[in-house]
């Protein structure tokens, strides 16, 4: 028979090695879980990234930064935090919206946290609009329920189809709860090329009358761009509810590149790869690169998007 001392001990390390396996930091640390209510970003380090990473967007490091800190820092936030990004094709708007996520969930994209929709493989028909209205509500519905700090980027919203995004309206609202579930402490984030036109337009202006682009500040165009793409029937935004009702918090330019950005562009890719920085590779890749307007070729045209590829031809070098 076992001595009454050796059950107690034997009953006691069961009990703590339950205990220990079943912690929440014991089981998160091999299955991801949702971020706890009580935790913070580490402003130091999203900083840091943004400013090695992201190159000639001070406006949307800067925005972005103070939006998503002042966000997860509030303890009560009274709706969603939605952002809007615009510009065109090679600026950064993904690249920035990735590097946010892994932020908040440090598998990013891979997260089963982090929902990534693509208009022309998620939406692509026009005339069953109805029901993706109804899939996307049921989508967000029940992973807000699972993860209440979920994040939703609608990458593609120029090519989304007219008051389709209007069917998430309820959720970026001033509501405590709908359906009894909080959408609160979720991010919405949407990236779109509409209005980069009207972007590089300003930030030409701003050259010709010899200010730096770094004097652009976001009151300089944020009423033009949520005008410009509410009135664009092409933004995914035309005449939307999110708009009207000032649902959306920011809407973020992305400045067109100068050269300097196509260069650095080439520099981190090189790093990345794990080359030593080759200058004459560097001026060779950005050469290849077309800019604008035609006379002044001040901006790329493709921002930094091909880099990767044409990098690819300098390899043997």
């Known amino acids: 028979a076992l001595e009454p001392l050796s059950v107690s001990l034997a009953i006691g390390v069961a009990w703590a090695l339950t205990g220990y396996l079943s912690h929440p930091n014991f089981y998160c640390s091999y299955v991801e879980c949702c971020p706890s209510d009580g935790h913070r970003i580490n402003a130091t380090a999203l900083r840091a990234q943004l400013d090695t990473k992201l190159f000639g967007q001070h406006l949307a490091k800067d925005v972005v ?28 708007k993904n690249f920035l919206s990735q590097i946010l996520a892994e932020h908040v969930h440090p598998a990013g994209l891979r997260s089963k946290f982090v929902h990534l929709f693509l208009a022309t493989l998620h939406f692509p028909h026009q005339d069953e609009v109805k029901l993706y209205k109804e899939q996307l509500q049921n989508w967000i519905r029940g992973n807000v329920s699972a993860c209440p700090h979920s994040i939703f980027i609608f990458d593609e919203m120029d090519k ?85 009702r000032n649902l959306i918090d920011y809407f973020i330019p992305f400045l067109p590149l100068e050269h300097k950005h196509v260069k650095m562009c080439v520099r981190a890719e090189m790093t990345a790869r794990g080359y030593a920085v080759d200058e004459k590779i560097v001026q060779a890749v950005a050469d290849e690169m077309t800019f604008f307007p035609k006379e002044q070729k001040i901006y790329s045209d493709k921002g930094c998007k091909t880099v990767q590829a044409k990098l690819d031809i300098h390899e043997d070098f």
Do not use: C
């Open 160 to 244: 989304m189809h007219p008051g389709l995004i209007d069917a998430i309206k309820p959720f970026l609202d001033y509501y405590e709860q709908v359906d009894r579930v909080s959408y609160r402490k979720a991010i919405f984030i949407f990236l779109s090329n509409a209005g980069g036109d009207l972007i590089n337009k300003a930030a030409l202006d701003f050259w010709t009358s010899g200010k730096r682009r770094e004097e652009i500040q976001l009151k300089d165009l944020e009423l033009m761009l949520s005008v410009g793409v509410f009135n664009n029937k092409n933004s995914g935004l035309w005449h939307s509810s999110l708009i009207d």
């Open 65 to 92: 930064l103070k939006a998503v800190m002042g966000f997860t820092s509030n303890p009560s936030p009274k709706k969603p935090l939605t952002l809007s990004l615009h510009g065109w094709a090679g600026t950064g």
